[in-house]
């Protein structure tokens, strides 16, 4: 078939195979293709995947019509018909006829079989069942093509980014500058398709296929699949291992084919392409139907002419940035990072409203000491706790696995204002809460915080008058934050009656100290903040208070200070990048 025109049947045939998970690599891109050029089939696909939506919830028909008796056999051919699931008539109970409603359920449950059974035979009879793996969504421009909706558990945090389409990862990023519309990528970070835009610094991207890139700005790179990327402008050095040949490079007019290699493609600022081969072959075909396709070896190479001509050269590894340079710029960068910090920690400790300051970079003589670099000589003692590599790899941590990991502390006094602010790593949502400071005993003005397993970060405050008083945000970390260092304040503000929260320098949440994020009638105002006994990463009350006795922090903290005042989101934002690992 011809990869840039096909027939109706032939497109038919192609979006049966991707439903079925049968669909080869070539014809997945000739798929690709033809819904890019065609608004007419990228209207046909979304019908299809709709219809192919629907199929999938009958399986949950007759689970509901048992939930809700009064569903109708009906909705079946409804979702038959329409390809959705109408929501039953409201009939009462009294009015359903127990024997039709006993005949009702043996047609529904027949018919899923049948449907079912048809399927099966259909694809079973069509296809082998060689490869039952799905190949990534194609990608019509910006369209979204619909898919089955997830079973959501209201215990565990939402997703941004991690899920089924994901096709790559942020491994490292060098003195990077985001361009004007591009969306900043954080270290760590999974991703879906996506426009790569930078104006200066270098990107390392490792595609799941295996395959990785490094993308030297100013550049433009397109994320299309696992196993292709165009390139607009810029620079990319590419290493395919075995497991990843067929990963492709294009650009507005060629398509560079990895069969096992490490290469590098170039688009100048002329518009003028080059390849340069380092180690295997690369197989060149023009997207324009002109050219004959060519291989090009190790050590080889091609560049355009004006009037768009391939001759060959010599490929020149130092055109492109190498493992070992990329290596020796994050070195550079890393510790360009952490002496900016050490810098700026003498402004926090010089702050007159510091209460407790723990950099947990300072060595005591006594290893279980954690040493307070306030002028209040409140020194934590750690219990457990095993040092780690923090937020830089010279830099320590403590690591909170055990549930009897914490560091204890005692501070004294009563305050009108508390900030307080924390950069820690959580590798796990495998408890309700997930501790960062909350007091020995639970009494009248004691300030709790900590991070839910649904995402959420959570403060309450103890009061004369009430148990306790709530003050959550919305969900805002998921699993693709599990193993990176972020940054969390919060803000307890007196005067104003507010509580707020922050991550990595923005404010999430700004909440009534008098209602909190639980009840809705007004109570009476906080007048108390104070602390005494408190833990660090975690929690180990005298009496019990609920269902969750194991609260300690799975994770590391690295930093933690306690203010006498209310940081301003000015200052909250600076503290978060002058100390933010770059």
């Avoid at 000739?30 to 919830?57: C, G, I, P, V, Y």
């Avoid at 994901?166 to 970070?189: M, Q």
């Avoid at 075995?242 to 096992?260: C, H, Q, R, S, W």
């Amino acid at each position: 078939m011809s990869r840039e025109v096909v027939t109706s049947s032939e497109f038919d045939d192609l979006v049966d195979r991707y439903c079925a998970g049968l669909l080869d690599q070539e014809s997945f891109h000739q798929l690709e293709a033809t819904l890019r050029t065609s608004a007419e089939r990228r209207q046909q696909f979304r019908d299809t995947m709709s219809t192919h939506a629907a199929l999938n919830e009958i399986a949950d028909m007759f689970d509901i019509h048992q939930a809700s008796p009064n569903l109708h056999s009906t909705s079946l051919t409804a979702v038959m018909q329409h390809g959705t699931l109408d929501h039953p008539d409201t009939t009462s109970a009294a009015q359903v006829d127990p024997a039709a409603h006993r005949t009702n359920s043996r047609w529904i449950a027949l018919a899923i079989a049948c449907v079912a059974s048809l399927c099966v035979a259909i694809f079973s009879l069509r296809y082998p069942q060689e490869n039952q793996t799905p190949p990534p969504v194609p990608l019509a421009d910006h369209d979204i093509i619909p898919h089955a909706r997830p079973v959501s558990n209201p215990l565990l945090p939402p997703t941004r980014q991690v899920n089924n389409r994901s096709i790559a990862l942020v491994k490292s990023a060098v003195d990077v500058n985001w361009g004007t519309s591009a969306t900043p990528l954080r270290i760590g970070e999974v991703v879906p398709s996506h426009i790569l835009n930078l104006d200066a610094g270098i990107l390392e991207i490792v595609f799941l296929s295996g395959a990785m890139v490094v993308v030297e700005g100013p550049a433009k790179l397109d994320l299309v699949s696992e196993e292709k990327a165009i390139l607009h402008h810029g620079k990319v050095r590419c290493y395919v291992p075995p497991a990843a040949v067929g990963f492709a490079i294009e650009t507005l007019n060629t398509k560079y084919l990895d069969l096992g290699t490490e290469f590098g493609v170039e688009i100048r600022p002329d518009g003028n392409e080059e390849l340069h081969v380092f180690d295997g072959e690369v197989r060149v075909h023009s997207l324009q139907g002109e050219d004959t396709p060519q291989t090009v070896l190790s050590g080889e190479g091609l560049q355009q002419g004006n009037d768009k001509q391939w001759k060959k050269i010599e490929s020149d590894s130092n055109q492109f940035t190498n493992s070992v340079d990329l290596s020796r710029r994050k070195t550079k960068q890393e510790q360009k990072s952490y002496q900016a910090w050490l810098d700026y920690r003498k402004k926090i400790q010089d702050d007159k409203d510091l209460i407790v300051f723990y950099d947990f970079d300072s060595q005591s003589q006594n290893p279980q000491v954690l040493e307070d670099k306030g002028n209040n000589a409140l020194d934590g003692s750690i219990v457990g706790c095993e040092v780690s590599p923090g937020r830089w790899d010279a830099k320590p941590s403590l690591e909170f696995k055990k549930p009897s990991d914490r560091v204890r502390l005692n501070i004294p006094g009563e305050f009108e204002d508390v900030t307080m602010t924390t950069w820690l790593r959580l590798d796990g949502f495998d408890r309700h809460f997930n501790s960062i400071f909350l007091t020995y005993l639970y009494e009248d003005g004691h300030l709790h915080w900590q991070i839910k397993s649904s995402g959420e970060i959570d403060a309450g405050i103890k009061t004369a008058d009430s148990n306790r008083r709530i003050y959550v945000s919305k969900p805002v970390l998921g699993y693709e934050d599990l193993g990176r260092w972020i940054h969390l304040a919060v803000v307890v503000d007196k005067k104003s009656q507010t509580l707020s929260h922050y991550l990595d320098g923005k404010r999430i949440a700004r909440l009534d100290l008098r209602v909190g994020s639980e009840q809705t009638d007004p109570r009476p105002p906080v007048d108390k903040i104070q602390f005494g006994k408190a833990d660090l990463g975690n929690w180990s009350p005298v009496r019990q208070y609920d269902n969750e006795p194991v609260r300690n922090l799975n994770g590391r903290i690295d930093e933690f200070a306690m203010f006498s005042r209310t940081l301003s989101d000015f200052e909250i934002r600076e503290l978060y990048n002058q100390s933010r690992p770059h």
